[in-house]
């Protein structure tokens, strides 16, 4: 990439994985929405990052050149009125808040490649410099709108979708008329390419059942675009008519093209650019699919770009049937429930509690019954006792090729390894996990039916059976770490820690999925030592605490 220029790119929280600039096996652009900056986030704008977060580590280990974006939509309305009511400047506002999202992606180790605001300078440059393409191609026009508008959703809405209170059929609120000068993008000119895509690109939109969502809208007639708005001023400015500030959508959409260098790509500087867009995953939320998959995919075609390969629409997190939201006032807070039960905990519970697409209740007493159950009593004991036992009856050693491992309890790992790839294409997080969980059980009985403390050191038999034992679960352990990396990439370093291991793209080894099996024979052939003093994984947590 040639467009390392400011601190908001992140060099600190990667430990391993791919390059980008290596000779990998391909391309990978993953993409979070841009949060708005009108309050701090929460545990809803955590789970679009976690996903994202959780895929590019996963995509880096397979050895893609992965480019992670996020960031936070900063221009509009909605802010606008936010630091009114606060008595400071959008900038100040913005300023602060992104903070607050910056300090969140650390705290829940985001390795994001760069960290975008709408409010830097490239990106401002880039937007005027689409806008004034647009305009010169006559996909821009100059008219007049008039109708209803929601600055909560910062959305145009038809007279026809509002509530009966004349309320924003998305959340509710009161929705206000508005009749202004303002810049039109044309969608009906682009309607039947769209569809065309659509019908001949069944990974464009994921889950599939969200795809007919998109075409009953597009199918109900698109009408052209207002981009443009001249009744307040945080924005960018529309190029030669600076009473127009550029719709917030329009320019928080481009955030995907300015964060790969689009500037630069224009320039003829920017040889990745392509590559990577080409293979742009776009993770958002289902309130804002419409957005990106039908205002987006025509702003592409408008520049002669492709549309995005897919866009994942996930689903909400609710609180008591009712979407977790600041204007209903009930988030939950993720930065207190880090505090309390770590990283990897949240990062977990967000990924396994519900299917890709599908809503799901944040419960607390849910949240910390299975983080007592699956990852203090099933993960980390299953730890903490294999370390236990290896100091204990070996002197901390985990032998080498004299001792052979158990096959049949190591398939299982290679199995769930082999089918990785596959199942991360499906963005099953709450399967895979599922599965690793099941390994991890099948790894408990397996060391409480065959009890070593039960079997004699003293007798030669019964010391290989022993040692085979204590073998067959720590190179299971380090199939474990490798699985759980991407979801919980604290405790998967920890677990390398205590075993004493090293990361899993050692110089010579691949780090696919595929060649873990290869890895791991290779790793305990030779006799090692774990480290002596092991640390505790998740603590059991009393749910009154
Ligand atoms: O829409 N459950 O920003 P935003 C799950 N700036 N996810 C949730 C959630 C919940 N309860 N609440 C929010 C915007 N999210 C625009 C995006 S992109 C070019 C511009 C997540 O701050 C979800 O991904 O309102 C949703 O799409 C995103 O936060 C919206 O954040």
Request: hydrophobic share 35%.
């Amino acid at each position: 990439m040639t467009v390392m220029k400011n601190n908001n790119y992140n060099n600190g929280t990667v430990n391993f994985g791919g390059n980008k600039s290596g000779g990998g096996k391909g391309y990978f652009y993953v993409t979070t929405p841009i949060y708005y900056v009108n309050d701090k986030p929460h545990v809803g704008h955590a789970y679009s990052t976690v996903i994202a977060d959780s895929i590019a580590r996963f995509k880096r280990l397979s050895g893609y050149n992965v480019f992670f974006l996020t960031g936070t939509d900063e221009h509009g309305l909605k802010v606008e009125k936010e630091a009114n009511s606060r008595g400071i400047t959008p900038k100040e506002l913005a300023d602060s808040v992104h903070i607050k999202f910056k300090e969140l992606f650390a705290e829940l180790n985001i390795s994001y490649d760069r960290f975008i605001r709408t409010t830097d300078a490239d990106h401002v440059k880039t937007v005027r410099i689409v806008f004034e393409k647009l305009l010169e191609n006559g996909d821009i026009y100059l008219s007049e709108y008039e109708g209803w508008y929601c600055t909560n959703c910062e959305t145009f809405l038809t007279e026809k979708s509002l509530t009966e209170g004349g309320g924003c059929p998305q959340c509710g609120r009161q929705a206000s008329k508005v009749k202004e000068e303002s810049y039109f993008l044309k969608l009906d000119k682009y309607e039947k390419k769209l569809l065309d895509y659509i019908e001949n690109n069944p990974d464009f939109i994921k889950p599939e059942f969200r795809k007919n969502e998109v075409l009953s809208f597009i199918n109900e007639g698109l009408k052209n675009l207002s981009i443009s708005r001249t009744s307040f001023k945080w924005g960018i400015q529309v190029p030669g008519n600076e009473k127009h500030v550029i719709y917030v959508w329009f320019d928080a959409l481009l955030n995907y093209l300015t964060g790969l260098g689009y500037e630069d790509f224009l320039d003829g500087q920017n040889q990745d650019f392509y590559r990577f867009f080409k293979s742009v995953n776009h993770i958002v939320g289902k309130d804002i699919l419409k957005f990106h998959a039908v205002y987006w995919p025509i702003m592409l075609f408008a520049l002669g770009l492709e549309p995005p390969k897919t866009i994942i629409a996930h689903g909400w997190w609710l609180m008591d049937g009712k979407k977790m939201s600041k204007s209903l006032g009930n988030v939950v807070d993720p930065v207190s429930l880090i505090k309390k039960f770590g990283p990897d905990a949240l990062r977990f519970y967000l990924l396994s509690e519900i299917t890709l697409g599908l809503d799901g209740d944040f419960n607390i007493d849910n949240f910390v019954a299975r983080y007592n159950s699956a990852l203090a009593n099933d993960l980390g004991n299953l730890v903490s006792r294999t370390a236990a036992m290896l100091n204990k009856y070996t002197a901390g050693k985990i032998p080498g090729c004299g001792v052979l491992e158990d096959v049949a309890v190591l398939k299982t790992a290679y199995d769930i390894l082999n089918g990785l790839s596959g199942r991360y294409d499906d963005y099953d997080f709450a399967k895979i996990l599922e599965d690793i969980f099941r390994f991890i059980n099948i790894l408990n009985k397996y060391i409480n039916d065959s009890a070593p403390w039960k079997l004699n050191i003293e007798d030669p038999e019964e010391k290989i059976n022993l040692l085979k034992i204590l073998k067959t679960v720590a190179m299971s352990i380090y199939c474990v770490s490798y699985m759980i990396y991407p979801f919980m990439p604290e405790t998967s370093n920890k677990i390398n820690n205590i075993l004493n291991i090293k990361p899993f793209n050692l110089p010579g080894f691949s780090a696919r999925p595929e060649d873990m099996k290869d890895n791991c024979e290779k790793l305990f052939k030779d006799e090692f030592c774990i480290i002596e003093k092991t640390e505790m994984l998740f603590p059991r947590i009393k749910l009154e605490e």
